[in-house]
């Protein structure tokens, strides 16, 4: 097997035999990929700067590989497991299980591996499994079996060989805890009624369903799964079914689901509880499932209405229809990422699918058609065509990342959704990917093994760079030509008519997945030169410009090589230079000074000339060319000046965030008040604008995005004091606090007021803050409340709440790191979040760090002020104190984060002064 992403044998014939099935381009690109990555290796290998730890060579012996041999492959599990939701006699809550597997030997041997992790298996004449062979085959004798621990393997050496192509069946019996750890299969509690619920539910991936049941738990290794569950009466059980045969005994129910499609293991789910579901009339087969009184009460509805047009658009997009026959979607109180598209029975955290129109806002709800169709996304794309191993997961994830905008603008098309991606992936993406830290999206096979290098996968580069990268590619072959691609083959998408590429689409493709990083682009105007160059190190991109020239969209230009001149760019003094139009392309772009200043006065006389995400382009990049030293921080600081006039959501927002760093770099030095002086200056029009229109801050604006300004305009406008601001804010609080039945806060303004009455009162506001968290039954209004707590500025009520994080009773475990990192974002609470961390590190590491996606986050949040020396020697200390615990999935976080560090302590030497004279100059 060759390296990177693989289309496994079963899986190429399963797609040949359902001709219709898509997405073969793809494949065929990262098959290509994979030759070309070998090809290039010398090239290319120097892109990975991230250290490698070498792996011991201790022993060469298969169990102390990370990675399953290739001897044996799986073709169908039986599976029994029943979960017990009250506690046994020990104080535990447990499940037992039955477990069959079906397995082809491929290659000879006498020796079984398969994945279990903290399952107690049951002796069989002194055997932890028992093996027969199929049709009158004999199965050896099982020598010995024991637990290789660290690899998780239950290894079972035989007397005798196996034999190639034939097939035996592998069977144990086990009892695992049903935890509370949120892996593998695990409980979930919450209160009904004044009565503590708990089910049991599932999340596997990555590395988590040999924790269910003993499994070849890769995603290439995949089977079909049989699963009955045992369960209780009065409770439903959900897997992947189509008929159920409900079978009495002894006062359970024993729910037995139909095969599975051949699917890999992370891809498994079943959930037992006495949740309820509404459904619509659907060939679909479509369900929303959450807790009762959630359902009862209308949560579930939004989820409903736009579940199936989603499946109905990826079924034209992908031009195949739904591969399953039902589609449940299921709301959890207890989960630890944001969803997973377990096939046919999705996951997702409740925020992420129940939306209250009373109580949440309009972000809420553009969150669960993003997430929706995410999942959704991956039916196809990840569920039936599945990376072969983790290295390559950005295709799965940079793949749903991308068409998500795509299902949910057709879902809600007034919602500007596409457009949005440039602040969601472009601009997030390149604030890591421009760190030498950071790493190409292809990743070599042999550096990702643990179950740690696996979780760290699931970062921001495979997500948003995968994203951004795979939209350039759709803008510059065309949407049309990209999609069809997906049917038919990338490769003849080169000889399309009407795409001309200098080109082929791989070897473009290749120096955008195998280099990490992204080009800056430096046009001079004066001679019309184009030039190329990364931060830090000497690579090129071929790189597609589209730009325009004043009012004038010109025709794309392809940039092969460091620098060519392109004639068309020298313009005269009374005309600019965009580059970049529409922000397809995944590269910064700077100008020669007059460009610069020539798209300043052009923004200040008439910024619409200049289209929406464009402007965001400028602010983005001015402020982040500034920060790498490549243009003066004082141009940067002028790109804000044009926001007196500027109306539109993604420009105010891409600038909160560039202002939001200057916040957190300043608010602790002279320059914060001649910051706050001059935003308070360019946000009182928008403060202002948005009273007219609201009639006074008692309704809000019509536009889905103009909504989202407008939060953007309350809350600068509070936090920088406009004039009749807080008082509005802390007004409608009060009021709220006297009459606790009735709030009457928009949802969509509720976090700032309530962040900001946080922040300005004492323990009274604090306390019915969090009496109303807890009372909270709708999960996106807790999630504003757990947010609003952290806003306080006593320090004792922060430590209170730091210590309630790791109190599940308090805050959920799913909920702790992201508190913790609320907690770190506000000024009085950054030191006392980050010793907390540092003094409960045994136990954090213990919970999150070996596997869980939230705790790179934790790690970053807490030290994301960082950005003076003293706090840098500290960040070194930690690094050294815990060398032998380690950093796990956290590791590659707290290398960014000493890296980000470094380097605001350079920049701040050398432009703080500037900086602050530029805003004493421009503060009224
Ligand atoms: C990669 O690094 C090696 C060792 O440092 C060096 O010899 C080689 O020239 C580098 N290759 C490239 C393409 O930079
Ligand atoms: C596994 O379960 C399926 C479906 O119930 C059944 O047909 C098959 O015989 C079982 N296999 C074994 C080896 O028990
Ligand atoms: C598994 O066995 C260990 C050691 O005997 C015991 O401590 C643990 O509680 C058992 N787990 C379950 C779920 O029974
Ligand atoms: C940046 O521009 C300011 C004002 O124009 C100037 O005073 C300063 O010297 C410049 N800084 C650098 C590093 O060029
Ligand atoms: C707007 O509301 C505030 C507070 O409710 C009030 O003081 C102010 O007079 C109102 N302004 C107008 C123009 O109605
Ligand atoms: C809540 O308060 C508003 C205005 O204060 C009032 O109009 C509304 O009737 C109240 N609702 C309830 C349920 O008391
Ligand atoms: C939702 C789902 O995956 N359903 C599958 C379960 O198994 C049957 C076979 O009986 C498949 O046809 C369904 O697609
Ligand atoms: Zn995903």
Not at 301 to 313: C, G, N, R, S, V
Not at 486 to 512: C, F
Not at 665 to 681: H, N
Not at 686 to 709: C, K, M, P, R
Request: with cysteine.
């Amino acid at each position: 097997m060759g390296k990177g992403y693989y289309i496994s044998k079963h899986l190429a014939t399963a797609a040949m035999v359902l001709a219709a099935i898509a997405l073969v381009t793809i494949i065929a690109l990262s098959v290509v990929y994979n030759r070309e990555k070998s090809k290039n290796a010398a090239k290319f290998t120097n892109a990975t700067t991230s250290p490698v730890p070498p792996t011991p060579k201790t022993s060469n012996e298969p169990w102390d590989k990370y990675r399953l041999p290739d001897t044996l492959s799986p073709e169908y599990y039986n599976v029994t497991l029943w979960p017990r939701l009250v506690k046994n006699v020990n104080g535990m809550y447990i499940f037992t299980g039955i477990s069959g597997v079906m397995f082809t030997c491929v290659k000879k041997t006498d020796l079984i591996l398969i994945h279990s992790n903290k399952l107690n298996l049951t002796l069989f004449k002194g055997h932890h499994a028992k093996l027969t062979g199929q049709s009158g085959v004999t199965a050896p004798a099982i020598k010995t079996t024991w637990f290789q621990t660290e690899k998780q393997y239950l290894v079972i050496q035989l007397e005798g060989k196996l034999k190639p192509g034939k097939s035996y069946w592998l069977y144990t019996e086990f009892t695992g805890e049903l935890a509370d750890d949120l892996e593998g299969f695990y409980r979930s509690e919450y209160m009904e009624d004044g009565e503590k619920k708990i089910i049991a539910i599932t999340q596997m991936q990555a590395t988590y369903a040999r924790k269910a049941f003993p499994c070849f738990d890769e995603p290439g290794m995949k089977a079909v799964f049989h699963i009955t569950l045992i369960h209780d009466l009065e409770t439903t059980a959900l897997s992947n079914k189509t008929e159920n045969v409900i079978v009495d005994e002894t006062a359970v129910t024993r729910t037995i689901f139909g095969p599975t499609k051949k699917m890999s293991t992370y891809l498994v789910a079943f959930v037992v509880s006495d949740f309820k579901y509404i459904s619509a009339k659907d060939k679909k087969g479509v369900r929303i499932w959450a807790r009762k009184k959630a359902i009862e009460d209308g949560q579930g509805d939004y989820a409903l209405k736009i579940t199936q047009p989603i499946l109905e658009f990826f079924e034209k997009y992908y031009n195949t229809s739904y591969p399953l026959s039902k589609s449940d979607q299921i709301a959890l109180p207890d989960f630890n990422s944001g969803a997973m598209e377990n096939w046919g029975l999705v996951t997702y955290r409740e925020t992420a699918l129940l939306y209250d129109p009373r109580t949440s806002a309009n972000g809420n709800k553009q969150r669960i058609a993003t997430v929706v169709s995410h999942e959704l996304a991956h039916m196809w794309f990840g569920n039936l065509v599945t990376v072969k191993w983790w290295n390559d997961l950005w295709l799965n994830e940079g793949f749903a990342s991308y068409v998500e905008y795509l299902g949910a603008d057709y879902a809600e098309p007034t919602w500007n959704t596409k457009d949005q991606t440039i602040l969601y992936d472009l601009q997030r993406a390149f604030a890591v990917d421009s760190l030498t830290s950071s790493h190409p999206l292809s990743r070599k096979k042999e550096e990702v093994n643990t179950p740690s290098e696996i979780s760290e996968m699931f970062s921001t580069i495979s997500y948003s760079k995968g994203a951004a990268v795979l939209k350039m590619l759709s803008e510059f072959l065309t949407e049309p030509v990209f999609a069809k691609g997906l049917g038919v083959s990338l490769t003849a998408v080169d000889q399309t008519p009407g795409v001309k590429l200098p080109y082929s689409v791989h070897e473009i493709m290749n120096r955008w997945i195998l280099q990490m990083g992204f080009p800056v682009i430096t046009i001079d105007t004066r001679t019309g030169n184009v030039s190329q160059k990364h931060f830090l190190l000497d690579y090129e991109w071929f790189v597609p410009i589209k730009w325009m020239k004043k009012h004038q969209v010109q025709d794309q230009l392809w940039l092969l090589q460091k620098s060519a001149l392109h004639k068309p760019m020298k313009v005269s003094k009374d005309e600019w230079v965009l580059a970049n139009l529409h922000v397809s392309g995944y590269f910064r772009v700077n100008y020669d000074l007059g460009n610069w200043e020539r798209l300043l006065s052009q923004l200040e006389s008439d910024h619409q000339v200049i289209p929406v995400v464009n402007r965001a382009q400028i602010l983005d990049d001015a402020f982040n060319l500034a920060r790498a030293s490549i243009i003066n921080i004082t141009l940067a600081l002028r790109t804000t000046k044009y926001l007196l006039h500027e109306r539109e959501y993604i420009p105010w927002e891409a600038a909160l965030r560039n202002l939001n760093y200057f916040f957190q770099l300043f608010d602790r030095s002279e320059v914060y008040g001649a910051m706050q002086a001059y935003l308070k200056k360019q946000v009182k029009p928008l403060f202002e604008y948005f009273g007219i229109i609201s009639s006074n801050w008692t309704t809000v604006a019509s536009g889905h995005t103009d909504q989202f300004t407008q939060i953007i305009a309350l809350s600068l406008a509070c936090s920088t004091g406009v004039e009749g601001c807080r008082e509005l804010t802390r007004s409608w609080f009060k009021k709220w606090m006297q009459n606790p039945h009735n709030n009457t806060i928009h949802p969509n303004l509720r976090s700032t007021v309530y962040c900001d009455a946080i922040a300005a009162g004492g323990t009274e506001e604090w306390n019915f803050g969090w009496q109303m968290f807890q009372k909270a039954t709708v999960a996106a209004e807790a999630v504003k409340l757990r947010s609003a707590l952290a806003c306080t500025k006593v320090p004792w009520l922060l430590n209170r709440y730091l210590e309630y994080t790791m109190n599940p009773e308090k805050i959920r475990k799913q909920d702790a790191t992201s508190t913790i990192g609320y907690i770190a974002s506000n000024i009085i609470g950054q030191p006392l979040a980050w010793d907390f961390v540092r003094a409960n590190w045994d136990y954090f590491f213990k919970l999150y760090g070996t596997g869980s996606f939230t705790f790179s986050r934790l790690i970053s949040d807490v030290t994301y002020r960082f950005c003076t020396p003293f706090e840098l020697s500290q960040l070194k200390r930690f690094q050294k104190d815990n060398a032998e615990t380690g950093f796990g999935s956290g590791t590659q976080a707290l290398q960014q984060a000493i890296e980000k560090t470094t380097a605001k302590i350079k920049w701040l030497a050398e432009n703080k002064e500037p900086v602050l004279q530029w805003f004493l100059s421009e503060s009224p």
